[in-house]
């Protein structure tokens, strides 16, 4: 009885679901809601090509420099890079004596403690020290920009859909609202401190526009024209470095692991040709033997005729 009891709550419980499904699904056709700002001016990443692209990518050196000097002069002063030492730009052309200036001359100080006093103090950087992050904390973080957290870059065209595509075209969208938006949603006008921007996700982003102007870096003599398109390009392939500073090597041993394994593909079926050679000729004919050998059957059969024995 209780097995009946329990067959027609659950059939119950299944028509309710079902009765739901197709309640839901025709609320949806019938009234389909309503597109938002977001979904219809939202747009796609730019295309952008950097010679870190595909898998024979590698990094053009005096490019990541000009980022770095991107990141230095402008980007440091909101966003953090905990994740990266000062040593490692090693690995993008610079020697050691270059490194120790740079660390030495970085606008922030480490957070150290006095030896004599015990109390809380600042020290230049060294190289071997991650960049000091500009904000002792989050809270100060937030307060200098306007309750927005700036994101640690270090990992930020890993962490983002697009990558280093991403990064550039953040950095160069940002815009007026059109005025087709405003027309068709009167109420998503960019509030205050807030910034139009057809890239990031609900087109608003806190961070004012950090590339203003040409020239707004000076490089040095031989590299191109700090435009803020290109200014863009140089810090966007710096933070694919900084993400992914083996890249180089990687696309090296995944290259040589490739012709590793081709190669040994061709051994093996020379090998397998080599060694199975007699299995497909004319006299690959494997002969019956044991049990199955025709003088061994007609023995056995002998046998169980003398012996009376059935089969």
Known sequence: MVRVIAFFVGLGFAGVLLISLFSGVATEIANPPAPLAAAVFHEEPKALHLASDGPFGHFDKKQVQRGFQIYSEVCSACHSMN???????????????????????????????????????????????????????????????????????????????????????????????PAALLKQFPDAKTPQNLHYNPYFANLNIAMPPPLTSAGQVTYAPGNPQPTVDQMAKDVAAFLVWTAEPSLERRHASGIAVVIFLLFATVLGFLAKQQIWSDTHGPDSRVDPVGVLDPANQAKARRAKAKSGVAG
């Open 83 to 177: 994740q990266m030492a000062f040593r490692d730009l090693k690995g993008i052309g610079y020697n050691d004596a270059e490194i120790k200036k740079i660390a030495s001359d970085w606008k922030t100080q480490v957070p150290s403690i006095n030896p004599d006093t015990g109390e809380a103090a600042t020290r230049k950087a060294l190289p071997s020290d991650t960049i000091p992050a500009p904000f002792a904390n989050e809270v100060a973080a937030r307060a200098a920009n306007n309750n927005a957290l700036p994101p640690d870059l270090t990992l930020i065209t890993k962490a983002r859909e697009g990558g280093a595509a991403y990064v550039y075209s953040i950095l160069t969208g940002y815009q007026n609202q």
